[in-house]
């Protein structure tokens, strides 16, 4: 590799970065309240934004203040201020340090969050926080600096219309009512349209006075938007019946037969059945220590469910104490052959 050295000082540089011209000073008050000056070593210490290493082995100059002591990645001078992202109900704000009161575990990667250095934290004072860089993964931030930004409430999209105690009008079937039903003898050979499973002799489920149309009570109350910890967007509850050119669910790859929560942003065509998107964060699973329990994340391995099965594409839900993975397809494919037992 060929590279331009300087025996004097012993400072070597890659002769593609010798054509790269960083400013030697940058002025950013959001991040720092002094000038901060390149610093052009790489140096194994710690990044007073993001707490990780100086000595990245990705391409990141350093800048330095030091009057204060501080350095920082180039990329961290410009981290947002606010933020949203869809594992938390509140925004999350910027913070140089976390008032050491308690050990926080990440949101996203679930390792402890380190108070000395820069993070996330909740605006509204919940004991919440997040690493930076997990903070502005592009798999859980939208890319919005919401700085300034004026908070609108969210509208709440109301799953259905009681029409009396036991009778309502569902978004999903509005051209009929659906009246609640106990019992058990008129559940055989129906199946849930939003989750597609059978219904069972102690359900409680909602059927069409007119046609054949029946729902569980529990899939009937489904929130009509969701905010789910795998996608950075909203989304949306559909009936299958709405064009819908992507069948497959993003979560476990099986077709969607049922209800589906389809991304709401244009051009993004990130969808789950009801079965992925209502699986909690963190679960507790049979095949598992029940003090062990899974949490969604984006890093993957060995599934411990049934590694002859490929589980490639599928979310996965990670034990952080054991380090092991199960796929959401494996979680409902084990969990439905115990329950068979």
């Known amino acids: 590799m060929a590279y331009y050295h300087c025996s004097t000082c012993n400072f070597s540089l890659h002769r593609i970065c010798a054509y790269i011209r960083p400013p030697l000073a940058i002025e950013n008050l959001k991040c720092h309240d002094h000038t901060l000056t390149l610093f052009p070593r790489r140096v194994p210490l710690p990044c007073d934004a993001c707490g990780f290493s100086l000595d990245t082995p990705f ?16 990329t961290c001078i410009y981290l947002p201020r606010v933020i949203k992202i869809t594992r938390h109900p509140h925004r999350l704000s910027y913070t140089s340090s976390i008032v050491p009161s308690c050990e926080l575990a990440c949101g996203v990667c679930r390792k402890t969050v380190d108070v000395n250095y820069g993070s996330y934290s909740c605006t509204k004072g919940c004991r919440y926080a997040l690493h930076s860089k997990c903070a502005t993964n592009k798999k859980v931030w939208d890319g919005k600096d919401l700085e300034g930004v004026p908070e609108e409430e969210e509208e709440i999209l109301e799953p259905f219309l009681w029409i009396d105690e036991e009778t309502i009008q569902h978004f999903s079937h509005d051209h009929h009512h659906l009246k609640l039903r106990q019992d058990g003898g008129s559940h055989e050979n129906k199946f849930c349209e939003a989750c597609t499973l059978p219904m069972t002799v102690s359900d409680r489920f909602y059927s069409c006075i007119k046609c054949e149309f029946v729902l569980h009570e529990t899939c009937a109350s489904l929130p009509r938007r969701k905010h789910h910890p795998v996608h950075k967007h909203p989304l949306t509850l559909f009936h299958p019946s709405s064009s819908n050119p992507h069948k497959v669910c993003d979560g476990c790859t099986r077709n969607c037969c049922g209800f589906i929560y389809r991304c709401s942003e244009q051009d993004c065509e990130f969808q789950l059945d009801v079965r992925c998107a209502s699986l909690p964060d963190p679960s507790i699973h049979d095949c598992h220590p029940p003090d062990h329990p899974l949490f969604f994340n984006f890093t993957s391995g060995s ?9 490639d594409h599928c979310e996965y839900l990670e034990c952080i104490q054991c380090e092991s993975f199960l796929s959401s397809l494996r979680y409902f494919a084990l969990r439905g052959s115990l329950q068979a037992r």
Request: glycine share 4%; hydrophobic share 40%.
């Open 303 to 311: 599934c411990m469910g049934f590694e002859s099965v490929a589980c």
């Open 59 to 74: 391409f990141d100059h350093v800048y330095s203040c030091l009057l204060c002591n501080y350095m920082v990645h180039r």
